[in-house]
């Protein structure tokens, strides 16, 4: 799927393996020479599966404190369209919990649209999750362009948030007009819809599993308003 849809984002941040390491200075400038040999190992076997499917490779290894921030620099200053962050899942929990904790930091840090790489290597099914603001479009064009070049289809759920309610009245109707509109947006792709009230993150999380969906693409980052945050809050805990 990364061959065939990187038309898409011609400029891709690919960080498949991230280490990060907390040491006494001394220490760590004996280790440092280890550290960036396993590094460009690291590198150079993750750029030759790339080469092999025909994807330019540029390679580049930096040693920081904060992986995250170090990532996050990069992908403004180097003009890319999409990070994707990979997981160090199965290796060991200290490892798996801190992975997590950067690809979350670079996920509402960064600006661009960002990936989650996971288990699923093969993707035919994607949730979107909408709730009706013109913030989504550039996700629902996404999806939308990722769905045609691996010929998945796509799910759309709207969770109606009852806490929310309070603040804005909302009916059934209404939210089927928005999984209307979201899914005028996917032109000859089969389109799926689903409706829920309950708790946003919680709903998205279940179907998600129950639907043995391969890929999420949703809204997140900016907090400068209360439907930034919602939309940040949820995507953060899903």
Known sequence: ??????GQFPRALALPHIKEYAMPEEVAREASEGYVDEGEGLLSDTAERFSQQ???VEQKIVEDDDAADKIISEAESGGYDLVLVGNSEGENEELDYHMG??????????KLP???????????????????SEKEDPALQ?????AKAVGAKILLVHVQDPSRLRMKIETNENGFRILKNAADKFQD???EQKLFSGDPAKAIIKLAEQSDVDLIIMV?????????FFLGSVSSHV
């Open 1 to 6: 799927p990364i061959s065939t849809a990187t």
């Open 54 to 56: 025909g994807i330019r």
């Open 101 to 110: 904790s950067t690809a979350e930091k670079v996920s509402l840090g960064v």
């Open 114 to 132: 960002v990936l989650v790489v996971r288990e699923k290597t093969e993707i035919t099914k994607i949730l979107v999750p909408v709730e009706g």
């Open 142 to 146: 996404k999806a939308s362009a990722l």
């Open 189 to 191: 792709i089969p389109v």
């Open 220 to 228: 997140g980052g900016g907090r400068k308003t209360v439907r930034n």
